[in-house]
Each structure stands twice: as C-alpha cells, then as structure tokens.
C-alpha cells in the first residue's frame, strides 16, 4: 500500500485522520459532565480476525486477475475494511468485535479487472462488497454470508484517474476511487470544481457518491450528487453498461437511475461521468438569525420558490444553534436567542455580489436579522469536523448519532415535531436532540437530527429504540426514510414501507436479472 493510501485510512473505531483526533476542551468537557455525566470507555484494543475462509487456491485465482500485491488477507487490511462509520459500527469496533471482517480485500486497477472479479465472484460463489471511504453509517457495507464461500472487499482504491475533461460540455469523467479532495485537486488542475461537499467529503468516493445518492453542503447551488451524474459505466455480473449519451433523453426510462443508490447491489460503477463549474473566483458565507425554527424555514422556502438560492444555504434548530454556539446571544447580541441561518455565495466578483444582494434584501424583508461573516466563516471552518467531536464523546459515555429525512414544505412542521419528540421520549432524561435543514428545494428540505444522551449499559440497543421509533414517526408523518444516507441494511424494512409490495418486487427483480446468483453486497439495500 503506498502512503498516500495509508494517509486515507480511517481507524476501525474512531472517524477520520488519527492525526486530528483531540480531546475536548476542559471547558466543553465540564459542559458535558454537568449534562451527562462523565463514564470514560476505554477502546478495545484491534483484536485478532478469524482465518480467511478462502483457501490458496481463490486467492491464487484472485491474484491472477489483479496481482498478489492487490490482494491482501492480513488482520490490519481487512480490519480497515470491516463495516462503515455508524455509532454502532464504532461501538462494535471499541468493543473488540470485527466478526463482519471480509476475508480478503482485493484492489482492481479498472473496469476490466473489476469484471473479472465479478465473473470470478459468480463462479465460485464469493459474496462482494464494493469499498469506496468506507464512510456509511447505515450498514451498508456489511454482507450476509450465509450460502456464499467467503466474502470479498472490493476495494477501489486504485481506480483514481480523471479520465477526461471536455471544457465545451463542462463535463469530467471520473473514476470511482477518487476520495473528494483528490477529485477536486485534479479538476481544479483543469479550472474547475465539482462542487460536491458532503460532511464525509474528505473520505467519502465518487463511486460512493453515485452509489448513495449523496447530498453536499453546497447543494444549494451545485445540486445533489445524483443530478450531477450525466454519464456512468458500470460492471455487472451480467455484463458491462455504458448509460448517459447525452445531456438529455427520451429514450425510455432512464438506466442510470437504477445504479445512483443501488449501493452495489447491482453492479459496480467504475467510471462517473459529471458535470463541472469554473472554479469560483469568490467565497463568502455570512449568517443570519431568525426569531424561531418556523421562521427560518419559511424564508428558505420563499428564497427556493424565489430562484434566490445561494451556493450555501442551511438553517439550525434553536436547540443546535444554542450547543454549537454555546451562548444563542452571540449571533444577535446582548439577549438574543434565536436560530441561526448560514448563506454561502461562490461565483465570479459579480455574480456573487449580485445574489448576495438580492439574498440580503429579500431575507431582511422576511425579518431575518444579519450577523456578519464571523458567523460563516466559523461554520466554513468546521464543517468537516462534527465526527471527530462524536468520537470525543464516546471516549466518555456520551451516545451520539444522526439521521436525516425529508419532506415537503406543508409536511416539514409536523415531520420536525414527531421525529423529535419520537427521539426524546425514546432516549429519556439526560438527552438532547438537535436538528437542521441543509439541503432545500422548491418543493420542500431536508430535516437532519443530532441526538446526544447518556450511553446506557447496552448502548447499541438504546440507540436501536430511538432508531426505531424515529423510523417509524418518520414514515407516519410521510417523509422519506432517507434524504441521503442510503439504505444499507439499516433502513430496509422502513424502505419496503415506503415503496410499497410492488416496488419491491420490481427491485428484486432488477437485482435478479443483474445479479442472478445475487454476489452483489448480499443483504444491502433490497428487502
């Protein structure tokens, strides 16, 4: 492994680099032990895996499709490949289990290898699950492996070209192991920008991107990762699909769409086909405050409704803007209490003066009260770094995990309401929940939830209480059971609650025709 892959790497217990892993301040710490309580949790050390059930002869058979040194069976390979970044994946993790370990991670160098995985896979029964970042939190990555030989990581770690540019389109081909920062480097070396920048982005794959149908921070003005997608190449244990000819079509139903969120089930992309911006010249994000949660999100709508959208563009609840903020009267002066509005602009000198004037006297009209650019720039600074602060809190008893949905705008009330309280009733006294609308549209947003609470003796059931009754007040109200997370394994039985019988039927049978012998991350996605 070279080491700029090992710089990638993310510890099985703990999210992101080691190396910016810290303790939490004295005075945030005394917070939380007048809250919760302290109970620090020891980390188990890495424990040993059970032996690769694969014998010599597949893994000679795998070597001789990619080479020896791209497959890889030793305990510290397969431990950094072993289920994704939930709260529950860590806590399994720092209890000492990794039983969901694959039994071999091997590396395809491009698509013709990733295809001779696959028939290799069909031939001799091997479970494969695709391995992007590794940064799913709603199990995703761990595969049945009942009725298979073994399971596989499919790791495509190798697979990081920008195969092309055409700067008339404003399109880039992409491969799918790129990690975001590398993407971005190599288009920026073009002048452009994907624009694409999920909490996980520092991690997180273009491959997975498709694969999840992920939503970035600046979905505002970039769009989602799935309406970025114009073109993708994908590897099937059927056969390879090439979709996306142009940059639109009649031509029946769109195929691409079965692959953006299939979360290898169906095949494995390996080739992204995207559309690109001009690197922005400007970048200025400033906040706002607003009197109430109600308040903030009607001005959102009427800025979505308006075509006012900025690049950046997310609301915190009264409770986050408190916590993340530590005193409400610091974005609005002596007092105030509130919730607190992010606006990001990115363009020419120009166009960004322009928006943000017009985002500026619309908000002001709405009763919106400007804070400045402290308050942007704060929050521009951090947005990478929440995970860090959960594992920080683990360290000491302290449960924290996320969720998200969405809804339309006459439904984002009630949905707000019902998840929150089906949150606070479930985790009792001491918990928190927090709660902020990232991701808008003219038709409706996004409602992502923070929960914190003292971890009980069995945390991985207390959070599965709370998941539970949150799922189902969510699907009550009529939200989606996920806006961009995914399905993974975690949220199957609620996805079969919202497509219905028929939908999913019609999956199974996608999946059947794809994947007959069903080796494509087995248990994931399909209910």
Aim: hydrophobic share 45%; glycine share 12%; aromatic share 6%.
């Amino acid at each position: 492994m070279s080491s700029s892959q090992q710089g990638a790497e993310m510890h099985p217990s703990r999210w992101g680099d080691p190396a910016r892993a810290a303790a939490l301040p004295e005075s945030t710490r005394g917070l939380i032990e007048l809250v919760f309580g302290l109970d620090e949790r020891p980390v188990a050390a890495d424990p040993a895996l059970a032996p690769s059930a694969l014998g010599p002869d597949l893994l000679d058979g795998l070597a001789a499709l990619v080479g020896g040194d791209h497959v890889r069976t030793d305990d510290q390979t397969r431990r950094l490949r072993t289920r994704g970044k939930s709260t529950p994946d860590l806590l399994r993790a720092r209890a000492g289990d990794l039983s969901d370990a694959p039994d071999a991670v091997v590396r395809p160098g491009d698509h013709d290898e990733v295809a001779a995985v696959l028939a290799f896979a069909v031939e001799h029964r091997l479970a494969v699950v695709p391995f992007g970042g590794g940064t799913s939190v709603t199990g995703g990555l761990v595969a049945r492996r009942q009725g298979f030989a073994g399971v596989v990581s499919l790791d495509l770690v190798r697979m990081k070209r920008l195969l092309a540019v055409d700067h008339v389109s404003m399109i880039a081909t992409l491969e799918p192991g790129l990690r975001g920062p590398e993407a971005e480097a190599l288009l920026a070396a073009e002048g452009l920008t994907l624009g694409h920048y999920p909490q996980s982005w520092e991690h997180a794959t273009i491959g997975g991107f498709a694969a999840t149908r992920s939503s970035g921070q600046s979905s505002a003005g970039y769009g989602r990762f799935d309406s970025l997608v114009v073109g993708l190449r994908v590897a099937t244990p059927r056969g390879p699909l090439e979709l996306g000819t142009a940059p639109a079509s009649a031509a029946g139903p769109d195929l691409r769409q079965l692959f953006l969120g299939s979360e290898g089930t169906l095949g494995v992309i390996t080739a992204v086909t995207v559309r690109v911006r001009r690197l922005p010249a400007v970048k200025v994000y400033e906040g706002w405050r607003w009197p109430s949660f109600g308040a903030g999100t009607a001005a959102m709508r009427t800025l979505a409704q308006s075509g006012l959208l900025p690049t950046v563009l997310r609301l915190s609840d009264e409770s986050e803007t408190a916590v993340n903020l530590a005193d409400p009267a610091a974005i609005g002066g002596e007092g105030a209490t509130g919730c607190l509005m992010i606006t990001g602009f990115e363009g020419t000198s120009a166009a960004v003066e322009a928006k943000r004037a017009a985002v500026t006297a619309l908000l002001t009209d709405l009763g919106g009260t400007a804070v400045g650019e402290a308050a942007g720039e704060k929050w521009a600074h951090g947005r990478f770094d929440a995970p860090y602060l959960r594992d920080s809190l683990l360290d000491l008893g302290v449960l924290v995990e996320t969720l998200e949905t969405a809804t339309f705008w006459s439904n984002v009330e009630r949905a707000y309401a019902d998840v929150k309280a089906a949150l606070a009733e479930s985790l009792g006294d001491p918990s928190i929940v927090l709660c902020h609308v990232s991701h808008v549209y003219e038709t409706g947003c996004s409602l992502y939830f923070t929960v914190a609470a003292r971890e009980s003796a069995d945390p991985l059931a207390q959070w599965g209480s709370a998941k539970r009754a949150a799922s189902d007040a969510i699907v009550t109200a009529g939200a989606t059971i996920t806006h961009h997370h995914a399905i993974g394994t975690d949220h199957k039985p609620w996805l079969a609650q919202e497509i219905g019988p028929l939908g999913v039927s019609v999956l199974r049978a996608v999946k059947a025709d794809l994947d007959p012998t069903g080796i494509l991350n087995p248990g994931v996605l399909v209910p």
